[in-house]
């Protein structure tokens, strides 16, 4: 374990960010389930690309086309293997865990949700995984339901079974609670989603950067996730999907690498992955996010998590300190992230006195108003740790909040 945490100590210098100063104050950064810094090798991959090797994908013969048609292609290998999918046709390029999940629910929506047929969702989800489904359940005439957690932030697993029928089409759940931190049960949720007949995404937001992940064990059907929270470029995402659903449903938008033949009349589609791919892609964003899981691999998942983990115990424990504080967010099997409130102050004040402290944290609903209204009404103060954090940090962090709390109080 010496070993893990030197290595990991010696990480932060990888991060060109982490050398900033905020206010004066060393950066200490614990917002990385928004979106996690980026190390050198990011940055420098995308400046090469672009320096040296920029040019489009899939369409032309010359060298540079050619080179960026390989370098690009690989990362969908890449991407294949981080998560055991089965090809790497069933991985498609999007802009990010957002539009992964609107392409389902609109393709899978159009080819297969009727009038009458159930969503199955989690009180702890992320806006992204509620308002695609409201959006689809409005145009399908589908209904709604919500499986509701515990004052732990656990799903109750017994009242999400009892909701599952035969009427349920698609089960979309989170594999880690951005807001709350849980981690659920996916290959059991899974395995009962497919006893009722139904198929289910995984919002892979938050875990991907933080655990190994393998779909086929999960036997999950959709994953979603972004590449801007495992340490790559904004604007590029993953949607994974079994390969015979992704064959089954319309694509989801029109336009160049989609179609095979197109004539004023009828357009026929490209093959797996391109018939969701419309659009000159984000070519140096995808090649970037090679690097990162490049990057994340070399460093090992198990060796992440158990890192952060680390950090979640120490955290916890040291919060204990901090009188009137109330941790949201206690279940059993929990990720590296920790939201609290603290008796009569409010979350705005926290975020803004630490900022000037140089500690960057996210304050309010973080996106997931549900679950956050469920345990509070003016939102929560969040910590989320990426592989660069560590026990100093955490430490100096929970002096500064003393010091917050006494202004405050
Ligand atoms: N789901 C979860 C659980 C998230 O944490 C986030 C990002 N906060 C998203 C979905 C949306 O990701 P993006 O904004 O990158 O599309």
Redesign the pocket.
Known sequence: MKQTLLNFENLRGDFPMLKKTMHGKPLIYFDS??TTQKPQVVIDTLSDFYRNHYGTVHRAVYELATHSTTEFQNVRFQVATLINAAKPEEIVFTR????SINTVAYSFGKGFIRPGDEILITEME?H??IVPWQLLCEDRGAVLKVAPMNERGELIMEEFTKLLNSKTKLVAV?YM??SLGTINPIKEIAALAHEAGAKILV?G??STPHMPIDVQDLDIDFYAF?G??IYGPTGV?VLYGKEELLNAMPPYQGGGDMIDTVTFEKSSYNDLPLKFEAGTPMIAEVIGLGAAISYITEIGLENIQAWEHELLLHATERLKEVKGLKMIGTAAKKGGIISFAIDGIHPLDIGTLLDLRGVAVRTGFH?AQPAVRRFSETGTTRLSFGLYNNKSEIDHFVTALQEVVRLLK
């Open positions: 389930g928004a990010g865990t957002t539009e992320h992204s995984n989170t609670a951005n919002d937001a938050q972004s801007h929270k995402g996106c």
